[in-house]
């Protein structure tokens, strides 16, 4: 995956699309595999925005229902088993557990219908995988770390966890491999319509300034928070803006679905890359697109929400990392303007602007396939293509069976693993490691731990506390489109929120990468000042 934007220029697209998030891969995605002639674009990195500061989570919206969207319910919930089928690697199953106290704004009996009706939309979800009642002394022992002194029991019940960030860079090289022209760090900066009904588009790179003249069919925006700047259609879009913090690991094996006293709002503490992920608020958001900042009574609301539940409560001191990401919902009345936040609909919409410009506005990371499908549909039908959607049962261009047309039974996915695993094992790599190492990068885990084999010490890990190994840093920046630090470690492995880093350790990695990526001294030091600020807390 390399970065080349002069096949942008002088060229005509069919589709040219514009915002490298999860909305815009899938979309590439599709089209190039449908045999359209493709160009996606992103203003910088790819996943920069929102598509990496997400819950990390591919998950049905069981508070969904109590705002009674069942369709959407339904939609996300059966998204979620299709891509745990043809993504094992990306996409993994997440057990979540949910504690009825005495006070519990939800009670048993209404958590219990919720589960069932929650259950019941997930169409293809295996029986091990429905909700769980445990008494008292059952779910404490589940969840030794949640206080029980007014615990009256709970459930657990099964969503999936994916990284983000690694989502949107698979379905990046899945379009290149189908014949896409992918460009990080490109802007379109103008676009004009001709009497032919092709836009004449101009790209700028922002890497060395240079304009590329080009032709798109068809054109749409998948440019997420900054979509409510773009003046074409500025009254579609309600931001708001959620945080997470990444606290120090606890015994958790599973996720926990808990509800804030302070308003009732539901929120996640999850095991992530061997840290916590605590996260997130839901608040209204009108300011820059380009610059998000962390309001501090946001992470005190997360810290008391959480500590409410927590045996050993944490404290300021405790944060790891923190990230905010904008989501940007569909204002479909009048009345979403005065509503909480929380109470607007994640579903999806698809506007064309009077230029004929398309808009993708709302949305979820995991019913984003399905909506790009929706977009390309469009996009073919304007076209005159007739060629349907591809993307339903492909398995992810880094599957172990990405070869295979026909679905691969769980069994043998179990047992790449477990090969992988031992291999990892041979070479002096740890389960843990080698677990995160497979969930990043699938079938090329077999060449990662190749390169080991041939330098044993790549088999080391980068911080001695996070799963996460030097030959995985090296394979990211050799051939993952990296053009700054940042870009290597918040979104092709997220460091930048698991750990701390000092400036000596951030040195320590930009040396282990600079000969790959060609810097000098002076380069990598402006590279660890990008990083800093990149640093929340």
């Avoid at 995956?1 to 590439?28: E, H, S, V």
């Avoid at 983000?164 to 760090?185: F, W």
Wanted: net charge neutral.
């Amino acid at each position: 995956m390399n970065r080349d934007p002069a096949p942008l220029n002088k060229q005509t697209f069919d589709l040219l699309i514009c915002g490298g998030g999860i909305y815009g891969a899938w979309t590439a995605y599709d089209a190039a595999l449908r045999g359209l002639n493709v160009a996606l674009i992103d203003q910088a990195d790819w996943a920069h925005a929102t598509s990496s500061s997400s819950s990390k989570l591919i998950h049905g919206g069981l508070r969904y229902l109590e705002q009674f969207e069942f369709k959407l319910v339904s939609k996300a919930s059966t998204e979620r088993e299709r891509l745990m089928k043809i993504a094992p690697h990306r996409v993994w199953p997440l057990r979540f557990g949910v504690p009825v106290y005495t006070n519990s704004r939800v009670g048993m009996v209404r958590l219990k219908l919720g589960l069932m009706a929650y259950d019941y939309l997930a169409k293809g979800q295996n029986s091990a995988k429905r909700h769980r009642f445990f008494n008292r002394r059952q779910f404490s022992k589940c969840f030794p770390t949640l206080r029980d002194d007014t615990l009256k029991g709970g459930f657990t019940y099964t969503d999936a966890q994916t990284d983000d960030a690694r989502l949107v860079l698979e379905l990046v090289q899945g379009a290149i491999n189908a014949g896409a022209v992918c460009v990080n760090y490109c802007k379109l900066t103008d676009v004009q319509t001709t009497n032919q009904k092709v836009f004449h588009t101009k790209i700028q790179d922002m890497l060395t300034g240079r304009a590329f003249e080009t032709h798109a069919r068809q054109i749409v925006r998948t440019t997420g928070r900054w979509m409510a700047s773009d003046i074409q259609r500025p009254d579609d879009c309600l931001l708001t803006r959620g945080i997470h913090l990444v606290m120090p690991r606890i015994d958790l094996e599973e996720a926990l679905l808990l509800t804030a006293q302070s308003d009732g709002r539901v929120f996640f503490v999850i095991p992530w890359y061997g840290m916590t992920l605590l996260g997130t608020t839901d608040t209204p958001y009108g300011n820059s697109p380009d610059n998000i900042e962390i309001d501090p009574a946001e992470i005190r609301y997360l810290l008391d929400a959480a500590n409410h539940y927590l045996r050993i409560p944490w404290t300021y001191d405790d944060i790891v990392g923190c990230f905010a990401g904008i989501r940007v919902l569909n204002k479909s009345s009048e009345a979403d303007s005065s509503a909480a936040p929380s109470s607007v609909s994640r579903d999806w919409v698809l506007k064309t602007a009077s230029n004929g410009v398309h808009y993708s506005i709302g949305g979820k990371l995991t019913s984003a396939r399905q909506d790009a499908t929706q977009i390309v549909d469009q996009a073919c039908a304007a076209l005159g293509v007739q060629a349907v959607c591809a993307t339903q049962d492909r398995y992810l261009p880094w599957s172990p069976f990405s070869s295979k047309a026909s679905q691969t039974l769980q069994s043998d996915f179990s047992n790449w693993l477990e090969a992988i695993q031992i291999r990892a094992n041979q070479l002096d790599v740890d389960q843990e490691s080698a677990l995160w190492l497979v969930r990043r990068h699938g079938c090329n885990a077999k060449v990662i731990l190749d390169s080991i084999e041939q330098q044993s010490d790549l088999g080391n890990r980068i911080i001695s506390q996070l799963p996460l190994i030097d030959a995985d840093l090296i394979q990211c920046a050799t051939h993952e489109m990296v053009v700054h630090l940042d870009d290597l470690l918040r979104r092709r492995l997220p460091l930048l929120i698991l750990a701390k880093l000092t400036e000596s350790e951030l040195m320590q990695i930009a040396k282990k990468v600079s000969a790959v990526l060609n810097w000098d001294n002076s380069r990598c030091r402006r590279e660890i000042m990008r990083c800093q600020e990149e640093m929340h807390i």
